[in-house]
């Protein structure tokens, strides 16, 4: 899913020189409702809508994948949302689709340009309750349930296994493996769902709170 920011970036970017240091906050308001730090790019998007400005920043170091494994490199991504000079200028930071981090800048600024337009929001074609399993290819979910409202990618760690006689295994390691996470709205009377896939293959399901689309 690729957002374009609507507001001149060289406008915003010239206005935030000027601005103080952002402060870090849990937790900020749109019209939608409250966002805080641990909600999903899907809470995000319903409550608050597109940001101003969408930065891909460096990505970090972190854990991703398999409990215990080392850590790879995790995408990030800055959003700024600029709510007008009566409001604060919020900045996000969202690492593989969660937000990890929220800081208020100052007042926000008249840019002399429209808002973005509202997040189109997909609904999911398949059921909630069965629309895929662990062990389902990418194209398996795809033509069941169709596009997902959100796409991510970042890098994880995958256990490697020695095979040990015909029904067993033993872990002697891990590998780095690309990492697609889907998210799924089902709209507002059932719970989203964050597939996480590695390898192509579906590896974890994650329950979400209730969708947006309408």
């Not at 700024?80 to 981090?101: C, D, H, I, M, W």
């Not at 998210?183 to 947006?212: H, M």
């Amino acid at each position: 899913m690729s957002f374009q920011p609507t507001t001149s970036i060289a406008l915003l970017a010239f206005a935030t020189l000027l601005a103080p240091a952002p402060a870090r906050a849990d937790s900020f308001r749109c019209e939608g409702g409250l966002v805080a730090v641990g909600d999903s790019k899907l809470d995000l998007l319903g409550k608050c809508d597109l940001p101003t400005l969408r930065e891909e920043v460096p990505a970090v170091a972190g854990v991703f994948g398999s409990t215990g494994a080392p850590r790879a490199l995790v995408a990030q991504e800055r959003w700024t949302y600029n709510f007008g000079p009566r409001s604060f200028v919020q900045y996000v930071t969202l690492e593989v689709g969660v937000v990890k981090a929220i800081e208020r800048g100052g007042y926000g600024y008249e840019l002399g340009q429209p808002r973005p337009a509202p997040a189109r929001m997909p609904r999911a074609r398949c059921n909630h309750l069965g629309g895929f399993r662990v062990g389902d290819s990418t194209f398996d979910v795809l033509a069941r349930c169709g596009e997902p409202a959100i796409r991510e990618e970042s890098m994880g760690q995958v256990v490697v296994e020695a095979p040990m006689g015909q029904r067993s295994s033993v872990p002697i390691g891990f590998t780095t493996v690309r990492v697609e996470i889907w998210t799924y709205d089902f709209g507002p009377q059932a719970n989203s769902r964050r597939l996480e896939f590695e390898a192509g293959k579906l590896a974890r399901i994650v329950t979400g709170g209730y969708g947006y689309s309408r």
